[in-house]
């Protein structure tokens, strides 16, 4: 029995400040559900057609123009709540909603990638053996080459022939469709492959898809032609796409997993698809910027670069000059003493989220986790502080200042967000585009969705951090009051 001094002793007050990472998808209001269920639609839609980075380009600016946003070159001037993108080889894309106060003090980026792990053709690709014709190939970031093996394949991209013009190729997702194959051996003469580490099981010159194996017909032979399968795929691509194989040679084409994003589970939570790496966060900051109300306080860009996953190298990667040269551009049609000191104070004011995927925790491999530092599916998008590997290696760590401010942000906006990183320490590591922006000394941090299976064919997604990454991005665009 408790004494009548127990009973009268108030409860210690609760502590304030407890970061919970916490399963908040029961926690919507009926309202937002409906918000929620609509943007993944729209969503998984985009993913269906952007399966290559040219496709995911082509995606946004068909969208970018559907709502008003014209070329840039088109406009000799600027002025706030005008609506401009510029592109570059058809591949990385800027696009911007011009804010209130001048470019010269800073604008807001939201920045992704749309290039994807892949297996990209060989320039010749074509051979035969054994009267197997297969396209040679060469993969493209970092894959798990196994993964890829005796799985259904599609082929994407642009052939251009030596007048220049292009021919545009998506077989194996329409219905009626083939699809492609790299075989494997059977598990009964598998013996010596099963007996090596995973790493040299699957060699990355033998990712070879099988294509066809019907002999050219009679009246299509060509006697110089000793191979007469390849010659029939060569007969197929003449009558079909009007393409040689010296076409090949000037052709970008990949291969990419064979299906459209699915639903995933009994209750429908999860989002299967190829590519939510990092197209999920490339969208979402392409719709975030497109839908910001009215005319934002500093200028909203968005940007969509390409190669990221073979290290944002050259013309179309964020080691390159793309998205200084476009600061410049909208800076010379908004002052009227143009200078290159303008362009390095708009880079070095500005703020950025660096909008990029996250590894989601595992319950299967506890080994690589890091225990109370890994999102998790359900608790919403992620903030990573910092990236790297094995001591912060080539990393972008973000400023406490920048933190707390976007702490405020998203709070606010009642985005559900968490913070996490890439794994155990020393387990290994990553990067992404961030390094490249803070290059121009802006705040920059890495924000973006967790994800099971990255860089594996088919990828997994919760709805609910894929709504809350649209979320958090469109409430960073919106904010009235000064980034750190």
């Given amino acids: 029995m408790a004494t009548k001094k127990s009973e009268n002793k108030k409860a210690p007050a609760p502590v304030k400040g407890v970061f919970k990472r916490e399963d908040a998808v029961n926690k919507l209001s009926p309202e937002e559900r409906k918000v929620l269920d609509a943007y993944v639609s729209v969503y998984m839609n985009y993913l269906s057609v952007a399966k290559t980075e040219r496709r995911a380009y082509a995606e946004a600016v068909r969208l970018l123009e559907a709502r008003g946003f014209r070329p840039l070159a088109s406009l000799k001037s600027l002025k ?9 080889h058809g591949k990385t894309l800027f696009a911007a909603v011009v804010g209130k106060e001048p470019v010269s003090g800073g604008v807001r980026v939201v920045g992704g990638h749309t290039d994807a792990p892949r297996i990209d053709l060989k320039p010749v690709p074509l051979s035969e053996k054994n009267g197997i ?30 007048d220049g013009s292009k021919v545009e190729i998506a077989i194996g997702d329409k219905p009626g469709d083939p699809v492609f194959m790299i075989s494997d051996i059977l598990p009964h003469l598998g013996q010596e492959q099963a007996a090596k580490v995973l790493a040299d099981a699957f060699p990355g010159e033998n990712l070879d898809l099988v294509i066809a194996t019907t002999p050219c017909p009679a009246d299509a032979d060509d006697g110089e032609v000793k191979e007469k399968v390849k010659l029939h795929v060569m007969r197929i691509l003449e009558k079909e796409y009007g393409l040689t194989e010296q076409d090949l040679i000037s052709a970008e084409l990949e291969i990419v997993p064979a299906g459209l994003p699915r639903e995933m589970g009994l209750d429908r939570s999860l989002i299967t698809g190829y590519g939510h790496d990092d197209r999920i966060c490339a969208f979402a900051g392409l719709q975030a910027m497109m839908d910001v109300k009215g005319v934002p306080a500093k200028t909203a860009v968005v940007l969509l670069c390409d190669k990221e996953e073979i290290g944002s190298v050259g013309a179309t990667g964020m080691d390159s000059t793309f998205f200084e040269n476009s600061i410049a551009e909208l800076v010379f049609r908004q002052e009227k003493n143009y200078s290159d000191i303008l362009v390095r104070r708009a880079l070095e004011a500005s703020s950025m989220l660096s909008a990029d995927v996250c590894a989601a925790d595992d319950p299967l491999f506890p080994g690589s986790s890091s225990p109370g530092n890994m999102a998790k599916l359900n608790a919403g998008a992620c903030v990573i502080k910092y990236t790297g590997s094995r001591g912060k290696v080539m990393a972008n760590d973000a400023s406490a200042e920048f933190v707390a401010r976007l702490r405020e942000i998203f709070d606010a906006a009642g985005v559900v967000w968490q913070v996490g990183e890439l794994g155990r320490v020393d387990v290994g590591g990553g990067g992404t585009i961030a390094m490249y922006m803070s290059h121009y000394g802006m705040n920059v941090i890495d924000m973006g969705t967790p994800l099971l ?24 665009f919106e904010a009235a009051a000064e980034l750190a």
């Fill in 80 to 88: 706030p709540g005008d609506k401009v993108y510029r592109g570059y």
């Fill in 133 to 162: 014709a297969y396209f040679d190939t060469h993969y493209y970031g970092g894959i798990k080459k196994f993964q890829w093996v005796a799985h259904p394949l599609a082929l994407y991209g642009t052939a251009v022939r030596k």
């Fill in 453 to 476: 299976n990255m860089h594996a064919p088919w990828e997994v997604a919760s709805k609910l951090d894929t709504y809350m990454t649209y979320k958090a991005y469109k409430a960073f």
